[in-house]
T-cell receptor, first 114, second 116 residues
Framework: DQQVKQNSPSLSVQEGRISILNCDYT??????FLWYKKYPAEGPTFLIS?????DKNEDGRFTVFLNKSAKHLSLHIVPSQPGDSAVYFC?????????????FGTGTRLTIIP | GAGVSQSPRYKVAKRGQDVALRCDPI?????LFWYQQALGQGPEFLTYFQNEAQLDKSGLPSDRFFAERPEGSVSTLKIQRTQQEDSAVYLC??????????????FGPGTRLTVT
C-alpha cells in the first residue's frame, strides 16, 4: 500500500523553463512534507519542506505547494538549471520534530535539457 | 563539519553469509534511522534509534535483520544469512529532534549490498 505516490517516473524540461514535480498521498495523518534530491551514488539531500498548516513555501528557485483537501503537493523549480538533473523524492511524516520516520514516494527522475 | 558516513560503500556477499553495515551519524544527532532502497524504489524505513534506545523496528523485514547503537552514536545494521532479496542500498540518516528542528534528516551515501 503506497501511502506516498509519485506517478511520473521521469520528466524532461528545457533549461530555463519551469519544472513541476507532483506527489499525492493517502494518509490523512501526514502533517509535514519534504522534498529530497538524490544524485547517483549519493544519499538523498533535503531540498524544501512544508507544514500542513501552510499551502506554500518558497526558497529561492524552489517552491512547494500543498493542497491538503486533494492530498496533493507539487514542487516547482524555476528557472530549471542543468544541475537540477537528479531524482526527486517526496516524503511525509506525521510530525515534524525530527524523530519521525519518513515515508517516501518512488521518485521522479528530472532531466534538464541544455 | 562532517556529514553522515557509511561503510563499506559497496558489499558483495554470497547467499547465506552474514554482513555488517556501519553508520557514523553527525556528531550530536540524537536520532538515527536506517532505510532500505530497492532498485527503482524510494527508501523504506527499517528502524529508528533515539540515542541508544531502539524505539521502532517495525520496518525490519525479518528476524535476520538486527540493528544496534550501543553508545548512542555509531550504529551497525547486521543481516544474517543473506538472501538475494536483501540486495539493495542501505541508507542511514540522522537528525536532531526537538524545538527548532524542521524534521530534516541528513542521509549518508549508503551501502550498496549485492547478494549473489
Amino acid at each position: 500500500d503506497q501511502q506516498v505516490k509519485q506517478n511520473s517516473p521521469s520528466l524532461s524540461v528545457q533549461e530555463g523553463r519551469i519544472s513541476i514535480l507532483n506527489c499525492d498521498y493517502t494518509n490523512s495523518m501526514f502533517d509535514y512534507f519534504l522534498w529530497y534530491k538524490k544524485y547517483p551514488a549519493e544519499g538523498p539531500t533535503f531540498l524544501i519542506s512544508i507544514s500542513s498548516i501552510k499551502d506554500k513555501n518558497e526558497d529561492g528557485r524552489f517552491t512547494v505547494f500543498l493542497n491538503k483537501s486533494a492530498k496533493h503537493l507539487s514542487l516547482h523549480i524555476v528557472p530549471s538549471q542543468p544541475g537540477d538533473s537528479a531524482v526527486y523524492f517526496c516524503a511525509a511524516i506525521p510530525g515534524h520534530f525530527g524523530n519521525e520516520k519518513l515515508t517516501f514516494g518512488t521518485g521522479t527522475r528530472l532531466t534538464i535539457i541544455p | 563539519g562532517a556529514g553522515v558516513s557509511q561503510s563499506p560503500r559497496y558489499k558483495v556477499a554470497k547467499r547465506g553469509q552474514d554482513v555488517a553495515l556501519r553508520c557514523d551519524p553527525i556528531s550530536g544527532h540524537v536520532s538515527l534511522f536506517w532505510y532500505q532502497q530497492a532498485l527503482g524504489q524510494g527508501p523504506e524505513f527499517l528502524t529508528y534509534f533515539q540515542n541508544e534506545a531502539q524505539l521502532d523496528k517495525s520496518g525490519l523485514p525479518s528476524d535476520r535483520f538486527f540493528a544496534e547503537r550501543p553508545e548512542g552514536s555509531v550504529s551497525t545494521l547486521k543481516i544474517q544469512r543473506t538472501q538475494q532479496e536483501d540486495s539493495a542500498v542501505y541508507l542511514c540518516a540522522s537528525s536532531l529532534p526537538g524545538t527548532g528542528s524542521n524534521g530534516e534528516q541528513y542521509f549518508g551515501p549508503g551501502t550498496r549490498l549485492t547478494v549473489t
